[in-house]
């Protein structure tokens, strides 16, 4: 599937259960949004994932990559490579769902605020074969509980917040290397920055740089982390 353009966005639904897809490539200088559930469940689709989230898209809705409604089901989706957007300003809930095959996902500025926690079984970033994570966005206030769960090729985050005050749990990224934080700021970034990271034995080293004036809350953490 080749589009060609003006358009500004891929509809809610638009490719929705569309299991035979493979190939999409998408060409648009004015993409802003992919809407919610626009690809979920095109578990044939297997073209790089910059074809369609293409560097001007603002906006994610929620599960618009998911392989299925949740990981329990086992089922997942063959997408593959990297999302790098000029900014973000939206990032719905299991956006990613079950993308193994995802390798990196940044996002050099823009204007979002949170990132929403997930399920059990859920989560934007659930799943995935991430292995760089970067948000270079000032407004980012909050990532809810879940958003990495079962990530386990992550071995690196970077964050670009002042305001950043919540970290949800159950970050579950056994190979987590290195966490760092740009800007000053006098918030906290509670306690669970590393939640589910100290806890597994296969853990190594993770290493925080952080800029001066980040402040941390520890008390969560278990008592093995070094």
């Keep these: 599937l ?12 638009a490719f929705c259960l569309c299991t035979s897809l493979t190939n999409v490539v998408l060409e648009s ?4 949004t992919i809407g919610e559930k626009a690809f979920y469940c095109c578990r044939g ?4 994932i910059s074809n369609i989230v293409l560097p001007s898209v603002t906006t994610i809705g929620a599960y618009a990559f998911a ?12 997408i593959k490579g990297t999302v790098d957007v000029k900014q973000l300003d ?37 799943g995935t074969g991430l292995k760089h994570l970067e948000l270079n966005c000032p407004k980012l206030n909050s990532v809810g509980a879940n958003v990495f769960k079962n990530s386990t090729s992550l071995t690196n985050i970077v964050i ?10 159950n970050l579950s990224c056994a190979n987590l290397k290195t966490v760092t934080f740009y800007g000053e700021s006098n918030n906290t970034v509670v306690d669970r920055i590393l939640s589910g990271v100290s806890t597994s034995t296969t853990t190594k080293k993770c290493t925080i740089y952080a800029d001066r004036g980040v402040k941390f809350g520890w008390k969560e953490m278990a008592a093995s982390l070094t």
Aim: proline share 4%; with cysteine; aromatic share 12%.
């Design 67 to 78: 392989a299925d409604g949740g990981a329990s089901s086992g089922k997942k989706m063959a």
């Design 90 to 126: 939206y990032l719905g809930d299991s956006a990613f769902l079950q993308c193994p095959n995802m390798q990196k996902f940044i996002a050099r500025s823009g204007g979002i605020t949170s990132i929403p926690a997930g399920g059990t079984w859920t989560g934007v970033f659930f």
């Design 2 to 13: 080749f589009i060609s353009g003006t358009f500004e966005s891929v509809p809610e639904y």
């Design 45 to 48: 689709l297997n073209c790089d």
């Design 29 to 32: 200088a004015n993409l802003k």
């Design 160 to 169: 670009g917040s002042t305001n950043l005050v919540t970290w949800g749990s």
